[in-house]
Nanobody, 124 residues
Framework: QVQLVESGGGLVQAGGSLRVSCAAS????????MGWFRQAPGKEREFVAA????????YYADSVKGRFTISRVNAKNTVYLQMNSLKPEDTGVYYC?????????????????WGQGTQVTVSS
């Protein structure tokens, strides 16, 4: 079983930056693909970014491409999402997720483990 704990959310003004982190338990973290998703009030959860086990491949949603960067440090069992040029529409609860087969995917149904989420609020 893998436990994921997000941190780093908060309130930021539009145009600002924020970095959220996800710490994972377990010795197999380095073999997992990792993803970030978000859910705004009244909306479905949506894909934000994903990274393969080595960090060599990354996917981004079109809405965040060029503004967000996903990265990981396997020695620390941690994955990060650096968010720059934030917009009010980036507001939501941000969740990290782990895919244990190491398959890079944008589909939330393919992920096996989820964190509890961290709130990100961008004011206009």
């Amino acid at each position: 079983q893998v436990q994921l704990v997000e941190s780093g959310g908060g309130l930021v003004q539009a145009g600002g930056s924020l970095r959220v982190s996800c710490a994972a338990s377990g010795r197999t973290f380095s073999s997992y693909a990792m993803g970030w998703f978000r859910q705004a009030p009244g909306k479905e959860r949506e894909f934000v970014a994903a990274i393969n086990w080595s960090g060599g491949r990354r996917y981004y949603a079109d809405s965040v491409k060029g503004r967000f960067t996903i990265s990981r440090v396997n020695a620390k069992n941690t994955v990060y999402l650096q968010m720059n040029s934030l917009k009010p529409e980036d507001t939501g609860v941000y969740y990290c997720a782990a895919e244990r087969r190491g398959i890079l995917t944008t589909q939330d149904g393919e992920y096996d483990y989820w964190g509890q989420g961290t709130q990100v609020t961008v004011s206009s």
